[in-house]
């Protein structure tokens, strides 16, 4: 499957809590996940969860106050992304419970571990729930 290779460029949790998969200045990731960050809070809840900026498409999804963000090449698919995300989020549940903005706050440590399990360099390592196991 094409989406398991998939390469993503930034993984955002929280305005704070945010993970890079290409090199750049601490400068220029924070005018980055600046920007992002208000253009995502700017729109409407019932608005589209794709944004295309700059030269990336910014696929987000906002569960219990966390906006999670991810921005992925052109040609990348926006649903299989919306669904990665969407795993993740059932990896933060499974291990907090009802993950919230705190757990990511007091736990990013775990949350990165989490997606580092998942992610390895920005691509996918694995989908099925069965075998994504958190002790």
Same mark, same amino acid.
């Given at each position: 499957?094409?989406?398991?290779?998939?390469?993503?460029?930034?993984?955002?949790?929280?305005?704070?809590?945010?993970?890079?998969?290409?090199?750049?200045?601490?400068?220029?990731?924070?005018?980055?996940?600046?920007?992002?960050?208000?253009?995502?809070?700017?729109?409407?809840?019932?608005?589209?969860? $794709?944004?295309?900026?700059?030269?990336?498409?910014?696929?987000?999804?906002?569960?219990? %106050?966390?906006?999670?963000?991810?921005?992925?090449?052109?040609?990348?698919?926006?649903?299989?992304?919306?669904?990665?995300?969407?795993?993740?989020?059932?990896?933060?549940?499974?291990?907090? %419970?009802?993950?919230?903005?705190?757990?990511?706050? $007091?736990? $990013?440590?775990?949350?990165?571990?989490?997606?580092?399990? $998942?992610?390895? %360099? /920005?691509?996918?390592? /694995?989908?099925?729930?069965?075998?994504?196991?958190?002790?």
């Amino acid at each position: 499957r094409e989406w398991v290779r998939k390469h993503l460029k930034l993984w955002i949790l929280s305005y704070t809590y945010y993970k890079w998969y290409i090199p750049l200045s601490d400068k220029e990731k924070e005018k980055i996940t600046r920007e992002l960050v208000q253009t995502i809070l700017a729109q409407k809840p019932k608005m589209c969860s $794709f944004l295309e900026w700059l030269d990336l498409k910014i696929v987000h999804k906002r569960h219990a %106050g966390l906006y999670i963000c991810c921005a992925i090449e052109d040609q990348d698919n926006e649903l299989i992304t919306l669904e990665i995300i969407h795993r993740y989020v059932e990896l933060l549940d499974k291990y907090f %419970g009802s993950v919230c903005e705190l757990d990511i706050i $007091f736990n $990013f440590e775990k949350a990165y571990f989490i997606l580092d399990e $998942f992610l390895l %360099g /920005g691509k996918v390592q /694995g989908t099925s729930k069965k075998k994504t196991s958190l002790k």
